[in-house]
């Protein structure tokens, strides 16, 4: 089936320190990936998005390139602020029959420090 | 345009009771998912529904069911509620659901005791 593996977090940067969270997917076809962020006690936010392979989904600071080859959708920012303190998700959507269905991570918590 | 809402926003229940949980889609989105998340499983799919009908459904007891009516609002109704079934449950939605992005609601936390 499908999955999707995420580093182990939590996380823990210095205020203006590179972030980079791994996300490593298995999925049948060509799927689409997600990166979503959760702040404390709301819903998720869709962070950034590639539909196919090298494309680079990039917003407010956040990249991920489509891997094909690798099967991975790094999300990486080069200076982090307080406000990124949050969890992130990594997901994806495998097209098909799987009708509105995310396949998402475990989560990856991220704390940033002034 | 308005996002995603949810309704209510906390719920306390007891075993054994049922309880019924309803999103509004963003206007002219016609696909509705629910999740449900917990910090031992993470998030998890329930089911899809697109002009009132199921076309996906995850890996959940028959407890666990839902509808979505003429203008695209769903519910979603766990009967018999258990323990384990205390999480935050997120619905989402989409124009189509067809690999396109979709947008959560800010979830409605279940208590269960």
């Known amino acids: 089936g499908n999955s999707v593996t995420q580093m182990e977090g939590p996380v823990t940067l210095s205020e203006e320190a590179f972030l980079t969270i791994n996300c490593t997917y298995t999925?049948?076809?060509?799927?689409?990936l997600f990166w979503y962020v959760q702040y404390p006690g709301e819903g998720l936010q869709l962070l950034l998005k590639?539909?196919?392979?090298?494309d680079k989904g990039s917003n407010k600071g956040f990249e991920a390139t489509y891997r094909k080859e690798t099967t991975s959708f790094h999300l990486e920012k080069g200076s982090v602020q307080v406000s990124d303190s949050a969890v992130y998700f990594c997901?994806?959507?495998?097209?098909?029959?799987?009708?509105?269905?995310?396949?998402f991570g475990q989560g990856t918590i991220l704390t940033v420090h002034p | 345009k308005a996002g995603v809402t949810q309704t209510p926003r906390y719920l306390i229940k007891t075993r054994g009771q049922q309880v019924t949980l309803s999103c509004s889609p963003i206007?002219?989105?016609?696909?509705v998912s629910w999740y449900q998340q917990t910090p031992g499983q993470g998030l998890q799919f329930l089911f899809e529904y697109f002009s009132e009908t199921q076309r996906n459904k995850g890996n959940f007891p028959g407890r666990f069911s839902g509808r979505q009516f003429s203008n695209s609002r769903s519910e979603m109704n766990v009967s018999t509620l258990e323990l384990g079934d205390s999480a935050l449950y997120l619905c989402?939605?989409?124009?189509?659901?067809?690999?396109?992005?979709?947008?959560f609601g800010p979830g409605t936390r279940l208590l269960v005791l």
């Open positions: 999925a049948t076809g060509y799927p689409s």
């Open positions: 206007s002219g989105h016609r696909s």
């Open positions: 989402a939605s989409s124009l189509t659901s067809l690999q396109e992005t979709q947008y």
């Open positions: 590639a539909t196919k392979a090298d």
């Open positions: 997901a994806l959507n495998a097209g098909g029959t799987s009708y509105g269905k995310l396949t």
